[in-house]
């Protein structure tokens, strides 16, 4: 797997790598059951922290592109061609626009959502 991440791009790393890994899965490069490298192994290999793939897999993980199978390691999901074209996050950013739209509507100010928002979230 060749992956080639740009310290100097505005995209950040994390997302270098969740965007070239689902390419390489889209194109055939990567085929379902394949073993991915370790989170030690690709950081050595790409020179970044740990941290960083770590959040890549995750997100990955997530979108069910790829899965974690314990100590036997990290694979290409078997269903990962069809999830690499659904992006979650654009969908909750469609989410979150519709809900800060309707708050305006009810008379919200930005800084009032702004509170709110943070508010849920540290409730998690």
Do not use: W
Request: with cysteine; glycine share 6%; net charge negative.
């Amino acid at each position: 797997m060749e992956i080639v991440l740009d310290i100097d791009a505005d995209s950040p790393m994390f997302k270098q790598l969740i965007d070239q890994v689902k390419d390489s899965v889209i194109s055939g490069r990567l085929e379902p059951g394949l073993a991915m490298p370790s989170i030690r192994q690709l950081a050595n290999d790409l020179g970044i922290n740990q941290n960083t793939v770590a959040k890549a897999y995750r997100l990955l993980e997530r979108d069910q592109v790829i899965i974690a199978r314990g100590y036997k390691g990290t694979f290409i999901h078997q269903d990962a061609i069809n999830h690499c074209e659904v992006n979650l996050a654009e969908q909750g950013l469609v989410l979150m626009q519709q809900t800060i739209n309707s708050l305006r509507e009810l008379g919200l100010t930005d800084s009032e959502i702004r509170i709110g928002f943070s508010s849920v979230m540290k409730n998690k």
